[in-house]
Structures are given as structure tokens and as C-alpha cells.
């Protein structure tokens, strides 16, 4: 197997993580916290069943700990806010805990924040969840919807820890968010049913909560005076 492949390994094991998360909690799973510990505890109806550990990466460059949970067989990579040597940190991170012999992180990929950087910084929030994407599709999609959502929450009320978004969500798993004059309207039914059988969600209220952000995103309701 080529070192490709067992990238490409990794994240199918962290989609279905996710997926399994997501399930077993009926809600989206947690991505930015002000608090590590708080991973381990929320949602509280998954991690009752499924403990939870969360220890500091060895060897990174800045914040990063890994969270594992042996009954889903799932580890997660979490880094602060802050680490601007995050790539370089998921690089030991597959080293360590994936046992890869890789020197980098082919260009091909991206490593992402499931939470916008620059609305955890924004609320101050100190921790954010990170995951392995294909770099192509990650740079395509929904770009504009992110920094759309930054802006339009810039004095919304703030709060310490963050579940992942629809749209967010959208493009993790590969379908095209909504954007202001394309509203993919094909892209959100195949997302809907895609979150109805492998995330367990509940349809319509999949679909109301991605209009729903498309519409805040489009909204400049949070400016400044």
C-alpha cells in the first residue's frame, strides 16, 4: 500500500468517526472548545457510553492533543487556536498515532479546521478540532460562506464551545455548500439524504439549518456601530 493510500485511510476512518459520532449523540459533533476537558464530556449522551481520553500530542510544535475513544476505534486531532504549525503537528500526529512512515504530508492534501479560525479567534476560543481532506475539493469549497459567516457574526453573543455547522459539514463530506447567487439546490437534497442515512439526522431540520446559514451568511446582521 502506497503512502497515499494509507492517507487516504485515515480519512475514511475519520469520516466515519465523525459519522458514528454524530449518530450516536443525534447532533452534530463538538469542534472548538475554550476547554479540553469538555471534549471528553460533551455531548454527554455519547460520552456516557463511549469515554473519552484526551492527552498532549508528544513532539508537536504547538498546542495539539489527541482524543481517543477505543469503543468507536477513533482518534481525532485537536490543536489551539493559535498553532500556526498545525500541518506540521498533524504530520506527528500520523507518525505517532497512525503509525505512518511518511516524512510529509503529500500537497495534495489539506489538513482542516472544522471550526473557522477566524471566528474561533473572534469568540476566543481556544481549541479546534482539525481533520485530513483532499486538498482540491477543501480549497473549492465554500470559502466564501466562511468568510461571509465570520463577518456576519462579529458581535453575536460568544460562547465556549461550538458544534460543527451544516455547511461545514457539507463540505467535509464532500458536497457543495450553498453560495450567494448559486443556491445548489441539488447539492443540499443529495447532502440531506446523505445525512439521513449515514449521520441519523433528521432531515428537515438538516435542510432548515442549511438555509438557514446561507441565509445569515448573505446577511450583514452583526455589524459594527
Given at each position: 500500500?502506497?503512502?497515499?493510500l494509507?492517507?487516504?485511510?485515515?480519512?475514511?476512518?475519520?469520516?466515519?468517526?465523525?459519522?458514528?459520532e454524530?449518530?450516536?449523540?443525534?447532533c452534530?459533533p463538538?469542534?472548538a472548545?475554550?476547554?479540553?476537558?469538555?471534549?471528553?464530556?460533551?455531548?454527554?449522551?455519547?460520552?456516557?457510553?463511549?469515554?473519552?481520553?484526551?492527552i498532549?500530542?508528544?513532539?508537536?510544535?504547538?498546542?495539539?492533543?489527541?482524543?481517543?475513544?477505543?469503543?468507536?476505534?477513533?482518534?481525532?486531532?485537536?490543536v489551539?487556536?493559535?498553532?500556526?504549525?498545525?500541518r506540521?503537528?498533524?504530520?506527528?500526529?500520523?507518525?505517532?498515532?497512525?503509525?505512518?512512515?511518511?516524512?510529509?504530508i503529500?500537497?495534495?492534501?489539506?489538513?482542516?479546521?472544522?471550526?473557522?479560525?477566524?471566528?474561533?479567534?473572534?469568540?476566543?476560543i481556544?481549541?479546534?478540532?482539525?481533520?485530513?481532506?483532499?486538498?482540491?475539493?477543501?480549497?473549492?469549497h465554500?470559502?466564501?460562506?466562511?468568510?461571509?459567516?465570520?463577518?456576519n457574526?462579529?458581535?453575536?453573543?460568544?460562547?465556549?464551545?461550538?458544534?460543527?455547522?451544516?455547511?461545514?459539514?457539507m463540505?467535509?463530506f464532500?458536497?457543495?455548500?450553498?453560495?450567494?447567487?448559486?443556491?445548489?439546490?441539488s447539492?443540499?437534497?443529495?447532502?440531506?439524504?446523505f445525512?439521513?442515512?449515514k449521520l441519523?439526522?433528521?432531515p428537515?431540520?438538516?435542510?432548515?439549518?442549511?438555509?438557514y446559514?446561507r441565509q445569515?451568511?448573505?446577511?450583514?446582521?452583526?455589524?459594527k456601530?
Open positions: 500500500m502506497t503512502d497515499a494509507e492517507v487516504e485511510d485515515v480519512i475514511r476512518r475519520e469520516h466515519d468517526a465523525l459519522a458514528a454524530t449518530r450516536l449523540a443525534q452534530p463538538l469542534v472548545v475554550n476547554n479540553m476537558e469538555n471534549v471528553a464530556r460533551v455531548p454527554s449522551t455519547l460520552r456516557w457510553n463511549h469515554p473519552t481520553g484526551v498532549a500530542l508528544s513532539g508537536s510544535k504547538g498546542a495539539a492533543h489527541v482524543v481517543d475513544c477505543p469503543s468507536l476505534e477513533s482518534t481525532a486531532l485537536w489551539g487556536t493559535e498553532n500556526d504549525n498545525y506540521d503537528d498533524y504530520l506527528v500526529y500520523l507518525q505517532s498515532i497512525h503509525k505512518l512512515e511518511i516524512s510529509k503529500s500537497s495534495g492534501f489539506d489538513v482542516d479546521h472544522l471550526y473557522n479560525r477566524s471566528r474561533a479567534r473572534m469568540y476566543g481556544r481549541f479546534i478540532r482539525v481533520a485530513l481532506v483532499a486538498g482540491p475539493a477543501n480549497r473549492s465554500g470559502a466564501s460562506v466562511e468568510k461571509d459567516l465570520t463577518t457574526e462579529a458581535l453575536r453573543e460568544r460562547r465556549d464551545m461550538k458544534l460543527m455547522d451544516e455547511l461545514t459539514c463540505k467535509y464532500g458536497f457543495l455548500p450553498p453560495l450567494r447567487n448559486d443556491p445548489r439546490e447539492e443540499i437534497g443529495a447532502y440531506v439524504n445525512a439521513l442515512a441519523g439526522l433528521d428537515n431540520q438538516v435542510r432548515e439549518s442549511v438555509l446559514l445569515k451568511a448573505s446577511t450583514p446582521w452583526a455589524k456601530p
